[in-house]
């Protein structure tokens, strides 16, 4: 397929861009939601998963069902020394499965939840948490930075925990906020080559991260946010896309809330 590719389409079925995204931690949650909607727009999608084989696999090839294209490679985003070998995988992507060189996007999504005090957070687990929420989205975007065209999009996934303080998540929270500085700091550097940099902060979404919400935290959760309940994954995907595509071309060093007014 070249760059040039169009397609017709219905309200159900894709059209192709030949652009193409990087989506990490896309087997399941905002990550599988944000491929969905970003292979829905027209991209292909090159999602990643670590332990999560047959969820991004059924994910491919619901995508492929719809007309879209989507390739699932395992990453393991707290393993730096492995990023080279994925870029290469990518590399051979791009040009086996959509006969380019070039990536439109990046989603530094990828993450897990952990609730504890900080009297109790041990070196092991605050380790963990900064070397995939911080140290990985760091290197790599700049592993993968070469492979990014003129008006490419990247887009790291934050959190709204990072303004509304809430005990048992400090070390998480901790590095999404400086997962936000991280992304201003793209958006300067990288401007030059004409690459965007925002970061998207869900509020209370329903997803499995941190174990999920049971009937009393989402009563808490939806009591404090505007809208009444708590947000669903989709919700967050289609802003996410839209900032990978020409909607959102002159944003740029931006944080954006999705939260339905979280904390007011």
């Given at each position: 397929?070249?760059?040039?590719?169009?397609?017709?389409?219905?309200?159900?079925?894709?059209?192709?861009?030949?652009?193409?995204?990087?989506?990490?931690?896309?087997?399941?949650?905002?990550?599988?939601?944000?491929?969905?909607?970003?292979?829905?727009?027209?991209?292909?999608?090159?999602?990643?998963?670590?332990?999560?084989?047959?969820?991004?696999?059924?994910?491919?090839?619901?995508?492929?069902?719809?007309?879209?294209?989507?390739?699932?490679?395992?990453?393991?985003?707290?393993?730096?020394?492995?990023?080279?070998?994925?870029?290469?995988?990518?590399?051979?992507?791009?040009?086996?499965?959509?006969?380019?060189?070039?990536?439109?996007?990046?989603?530094?999504?990828?993450?897990?939840?952990?609730?504890?005090?900080?009297?109790?957070?041990t070196q092991?687990?605050?380790?963990?948490?900064?070397?995939?929420?911080?140290?990985?989205?760091?290197?790599l975007?700049?592993?993968?930075?070469?492979?990014?065209?003129?008006?490419?999009?990247?887009?790291?996934?934050?959190?709204?925990?990072?303004?509304?303080?809430?005990?048992?998540?400090?070390?998480?929270a901790?590095?999404?906020?400086?997962?936000?500085?991280?992304?201003?700091?793209?958006?300067?550097?990288?401007?030059?080559?004409?690459?965007?940099?925002?970061?998207?902060?869900?509020?209370?979404?329903?997803?499995?991260?941190?174990?999920?919400?049971?009937?009393?935290?989402?009563?808490?959760?939806?009591?404090?946010?505007?809208?009444?309940?708590?947000?669903?994954?989709?919700?967050?995907?289609?802003?996410?896309?839209?900032?990978?595509?020409?909607?959102?071309?002159?944003?740029?060093?931006?944080?954006?809330?999705?939260s339905?007014?979280?904390?007011?």
């Open positions: 397929m070249s760059n040039n590719t169009r397609a017709a389409t219905t309200a159900d079925t894709i059209v192709t861009t030949g652009d193409v995204v990087v989506i990490t931690g896309g087997s399941r949650g905002i990550g599988a939601s944000t491929a969905r909607e970003a292979a829905r727009r027209g991209f292909g999608v090159i999602l990643t998963y670590n332990a999560s084989p047959d969820a991004a696999h059924a994910l491919v090839r619901d995508i492929a069902d719809r007309g879209g294209k989507a390739v699932a490679l395992r990453l393991d985003v707290a393993a730096v020394e492995a990023f080279g070998a994925f870029r290469a995988e990518v590399e051979q992507a791009l040009a086996t499965v959509w006969e380019t060189t070039h990536l439109a996007g990046l989603v530094n999504n990828a993450g897990y939840g952990l609730f504890q005090p900080i009297a109790g957070v092991a687990q605050f380790d963990g948490l900064l070397k995939v929420h911080l140290k990985g989205p760091f290197f975007t700049q592993t993968l930075l070469p492979l990014l065209r003129k008006g490419a999009s990247i887009v790291n996934l934050t959190s709204a925990t990072t303004r509304v303080a809430t005990a048992g998540v400090a070390p998480y901790a590095f999404k906020a400086g997962l936000q500085v991280l992304t201003r700091y793209m958006a300067k550097e990288f401007g030059e080559q004409g690459i965007r940099a925002n970061s998207v902060s869900p509020g209370a979404i329903r997803t499995e991260l941190g174990g999920g919400l049971n009937d009393e935290f989402e009563a808490l959760l939806s009591s404090q946010t505007a809208l009444g309940r708590v947000g669903e994954p989709e919700e967050v995907a289609r802003v996410i896309a839209s900032l990978l595509s020409e909607d959102g071309g002159w944003i740029n060093a931006q944080d954006i809330e999705v339905g007014g979280y904390v007011v």
